[in-house]
């Protein structure tokens, strides 16, 4: 049997100068260990120390994973690692295991797996003389006609040993009488027969039978025997003995001819008539193996199978033929069979050694190491040997038809853990017969895989006035490794700002990365920080990897808004002086509030919540303008109570109030100012409107220089008459001082104006100041950054 590996499998089955290379990398051994032991010696018995044969110290064996490979399922040999020494795994018998084959070898590889090497070994079992020779007849019937002449020999029937050399057939002996003699010749295939020649012509009336005993020896010591008994018939005359056509008949038959097939007819033919003439064919000198398988027809010599042949088994059969006439005369012929090997055996795949369970970024691994075979011959016992080309694994030839699978390249198991494998083994007989092996190999995890954060960078949200312990995030971090190699465990980080108190901001789970704040925070505090976590696996070594955690402080609505104007403290309001002409729309004042918060918690907005008159005065929701809502009248009140109410846009929404006073006056001193829009019209209105607005602004100014006069009056007797009476102006960053604000319709020039009330007093005091406005600016800035750094980005003074 031969392993023929065809060019189109390049990659998967071996040439045979990759044989050659392969020879020389895997080490293998020029030479072959040979052994000898005697049959049927007991289990466990010594047969040699393979560790001294190799010339390798004692433990070397174990430490290269020594093997003993033999051919197919059996193993015939066992090896003790510690010792080295070779022993017999069973009692073996030469008989079963070679038959009549001499010399027996049994054939076997010594395989040490680290690094590879193959070393091929023989084991000649010798044979020993446990089978005595034995006669397939009890008796043996031999006609012979009283008209043979002194000196014929007669040829008998061999006796069958099953051992071999010297214990097989020796000699013959015949029991001793008056007309015969016993001489032992050989066959042409080395088997020895008895031949007995007659020394005394016979007389029929004397002695019509003669009984005999043969006697078979073989060459043992001492030797054994085995008896027949020879009956010998004494015939009248037979002028002529039968004649075969042939001294030699060859025929070949193919081994999967079927039960009852016809082999071969021999003929033969005799001279003589009537019952001298009628012939019968029998089989002569053939042993046991060919009585088994055939079977012939005493009449025609039809030779037909009596058993399914296998030429694996045996190759060629000899026989010999021996055609009797009714006289007891007989001749002789030889036909030699040889049987032709049909592809009938599919091929065998022997797994000597294999790894499941293999570890990645290992290239060259050793995953399987086996030997074929297909007992065929020629074509047909040649096979090549191949795996899916997909895969990333290679077979490499060895040596005697045994292969190793091994790895390609390094296996990622984070690709792929688990490879389906199908070995296939194809002869090349016709028809092709194939025989397959599957087998699966896992790749076991090494830890090469650091743990991958699933965010480089994690951005947590905290609304300040938080409870501590809350949970205000997790992070999360996988390791494509497997077991211990990918479980993950988290740490903080220590910060690179050594002014941060990290410890006593957050903590961080470490098993599952859920990350708590462990104080309350504070927006105006500290609005954000950042910090970088961890993850390190549990492998050997371990690996690690790092993610940027930022925390923003979500500002929550905890301060409530802050008036800046009107200001709020003091005995004494100073009223907002509003002339009765102010059209609607006229700016009354402007409510200024900050809020510390940000963002929408510092979205601020006005309402008017309370007034003396409803309807009269209203306040712009978004810049806290107070404007009238309609022109003034007479009928009005002098002295108006505004309550305005500004809220922020917080969650729940936080508030202020602020209490505004307005005084209606007569006569004030560019009591109105139109909006530009008003003015711009006025200025294209005819020349004939501007005279009459003209005169009728001086007739108002003598009534106004009239009124006042009488108003000084009233005041001068007021003060006299009121006891300690004074104007007591608010206190604070804004005493003494109104903010003037302009825009639509405000006034347009820096003035402002006070007037303090008095009691009860029928009257009033006006007092015309100074514009304050620069001083004012100046305050309002400082207080303004003190409270809110921001505030000046988001709103602005008009």
């Known amino acids: 049997m031969e392993t023929m590996l065809p060019k189109a499998l390049q990659k998967r089955q071996v040439s045979s100068i990759i044989i050659l290379i392969l020879l020389i990398r895997w080490e293998v051994g020029s030479t072959t260990i040979k052994y000898s032991v005697l049959e049927e010696r007991e289990s466990g018995s010594f047969v040699a120390n393979l560790a001294k044969d190799l010339g390798l110290g004692l433990g070397e064996l174990a430490a290269r994973g020594a093997r003993i490979l033999s051919k197919g399922n059996q193993q015939y040999l066992q090896l003790e690692q510690k010792s080295g020494n070779l022993l017999l795994n069973e009692k073996l018998d030469r008989e079963e295991l070679c038959g009549d084959t001499d010399p027996c070898i049994l054939h076997f590889q010594v395989l040490l797996k680290s690094p590879v090497q193959f070393i091929k070994g023989e084991l000649q079992l010798r044979d020993i003389n446990d089978h005595a020779p034995e006669f397939l007849e009890n008796e043996i019937l031999l006609k012979i006609s009283e008209s043979s002449h002194p000196g014929t020999?007669?040829?008998?029937?061999?006796?069958?040993?099953?051992?071999?050399?010297?214990?097989?057939?020796?000699?013959?002996?015949?029991?001793?009488?008056?007309?015969?003699?016993?001489?032992?010749?050989?066959?042409?295939d080395g088997r020895r027969y008895p031949e007995l020649v007659l020394d005394k012509a016979l007389d029929r009336e004397e002695e019509s039978e003669l009984r005999l005993t043969l006697m078979a020896l073989d060459g043992g010591s001492p030797p054994r025997t085995g008896t027949s008994q020879v009956l010998i018939v004494v015939l009248d005359i037979n002028d002529n003995a039968p004649e075969f056509a042939q001294l030699l008949y060859e025929v070949q038959i193919p081994e999967n001819s079927p039960i009852g097939s016809l082999v071969i007819t021999v003929t033969a033919r005799d001279l003589d008539a009537g019952t001298l003439g009628e012939l019968s064919y029998s089989f002569f000198q053939s042993s046991n193996q060919v009585i088994q398988a055939f079977e012939i027809n005493v009449v025609t010599g039809e030779i037909r199978l009596k058993k399914m042949l296998d030429f694996e088994e045996i190759q060629s059969y000899r026989m010999e033929i021996e055609a009797s006439d009714g006289g007891g005369l007989s001749g002789k012929c030889s036909v030699a069979i040889e049987v032709m090997d049909v592809n009938d055996n599919t091929p065998e795949l022997t797994m000597s050694v294999f790894t499941s369970d293999i570890p990645e970024n290992t290239p060259d691994t050793v995953v399987a190491i086996f030997g074929i075979s297909d007992p065929d011959s020629g074509e047909n016992g040649k096979m090549m040997c191949s795996i899916p080309d997909h895969l990333p694994f290679l077979l490499k030839l060895?040596?005697?038809?045994?292969?190793?699978?091994?790895?390609?390249?390094?296996?990622?198991?984070?690709?792929?853990?688990?490879?389906?494998?199908?070995?296939?083994?194809?002869?090349?007989?016709?028809?092709?017969?194939?025989?397959?092996?599957?087998?699966?190999v896992t790749v076991s995890d090494v830890n090469d895989n650091a743990p991958a954060f699933s965010h480089t960078a994690y951005t947590l949200r905290v609304r300040e006035n938080n409870s501590p312990g809350l949970?205000?995030?997790?992070?999360?971090?996988?390791?494509?490794?497997?077991?211990?190699?990918?479980?993950?465990?988290?740490?903080?980080?220590?910060?690179?700002?050594?002014?941060?108190?990290?410890?006593?901001?957050?903590?961080?789970?470490?098993?599952?990365?859920?990350?708590?704040a462990l104080s309350s925070l504070d927006f105006e505090a500290l609005r954000a920080f950042e910090f970088r976590v961890g993850a390190a696996d549990r492998g050997s070594p371990a690996l690690s990897s790092q993610a940027l955690v930022r925390v923003l402080v979500g500002d929550?609505?905890?301060?409530?808004?802050?008036?800046?104007?009107?200001?709020?403290?003091?005995?004494?309001?100073?009223?907002?002086?509003?002339?009765?002409?102010?059209?609607?729309?006229?700016?009354?004042?402007?409510?200024?509030?900050?809020?510390?918060?940000?963002?929408?918690?510092?979205?601020?907005?006005?309402?008017?919540?309370?007034?003396?008159?409803?309807g009269l005065f209203g306040v712009w929701a978004h810049n806290g303008e107070v404007r009238t809502a309609r022109p003034l009248s007479a009928r009005d009140a002098v002295r108006h109570r505004l309550l305005v109410l500004v809220k922020d846009n917080g969650e729940p929404p936080l508030s202020a109030s602020v209490t505004l006073h307005v005084l209606l006056v007569d006569g004030f001193s560019q009591p109105y100012l139109p909006l530009p829009a008003a003015a711009?019209?006025?200025?294209?209105?005819?020349?004939?409107?501007?005279?009459?607005?003209?005169?009728?602004?001086?007739?108002?100014?003598?009534?106004?220089?009239?009124?006042?006069?009488?108003?000084?009056?009233?005041?001068?007797?007021?003060?006299?008459?009121?006891?300690?009476?004074?104007?007591?102006?608010?206190?604070?960053?804004?005493?003494?001082?109104?903010?003037?604000?302009?825009?639509?319709?405000?006034?347009?020039?820096?003035?402002?104006?006070?007037?303090?009330?008095?009691?009860?007093?029928?009257?009033?005091?006006?007092?015309?100041?100074?514009?304050?406005?620069?001083s004012f600016l100046g305050l309002g800035e400082e207080r303004i950054s003190?409270?809110?750094?921001?505030?000046?980005d988001n709103f602005e003074f008009n």
């Open 153 to 188: 020999a007669f040829p008998l029937k061999i006796a069958q040993d099953l051992d071999v050399g010297s214990n097989t057939v020796q000699n013959y002996t015949i029991s001793t009488n008056s007309h015969f003699h016993l001489f032992t010749r050989n066959h042409s």
């Open 398 to 440: 060895t040596v005697e038809n045994f292969y190793t699978l091994v790895t390609e390249g390094a296996l990622d198991r984070e690709s792929q853990a688990e490879y389906n494998i199908t070995i296939t083994v194809t002869d090349l007989g016709t028809p092709r017969l194939q025989t397959q092996h599957h087998m699966t």
């Open 471 to 516: 949970h205000i995030g997790r992070v999360s971090a996988a390791d494509r490794d497997a077991g211990a190699n990918a479980q993950v465990t988290y740490s903080l980080l220590p910060p690179h700002d050594p002014r941060l108190p990290l410890a006593s901001l957050v903590s961080l789970n470490a098993a599952t990365g859920q990350l708590f």
């Open 556 to 614: 929550a609505n905890d301060n409530a808004p802050f008036v800046l104007y009107p200001p709020q403290n003091g005995s004494a309001r100073c009223p907002e002086l509003v002339p009765r002409a102010a059209e609607a729309g006229y700016l009354v004042t402007k409510v200024v509030a900050v809020d510390g918060d940000s963002g929408q918690n510092a979205w601020l907005a006005y309402q008017l919540l309370r007034a003396t008159e409803p």
């Open 680 to 774: 711009a019209a006025e200025a294209r209105a005819d020349p004939l409107t501007v005279h009459l607005v003209v005169a009728l602004a001086s007739v108002s100014s003598l009534l106004l220089v009239a009124v006042l006069g009488f108003v000084a009056v009233r005041l001068g007797r007021r003060s006299r008459a009121a006891a300690g009476g004074g104007c007591s102006l608010p206190e604070g960053p804004f005493a003494g001082h109104l903010l003037d604000v302009s825009g639509a319709g405000t006034l347009s020039h820096s003035y402002q104006y006070q007037v303090c009330l008095t009691g009860d007093s029928g009257t009033n005091e006006f007092k015309f100041l100074k514009p304050v406005l620069p």
């Open 786 to 792: 003190e409270a809110n750094p921001s505030f000046r």
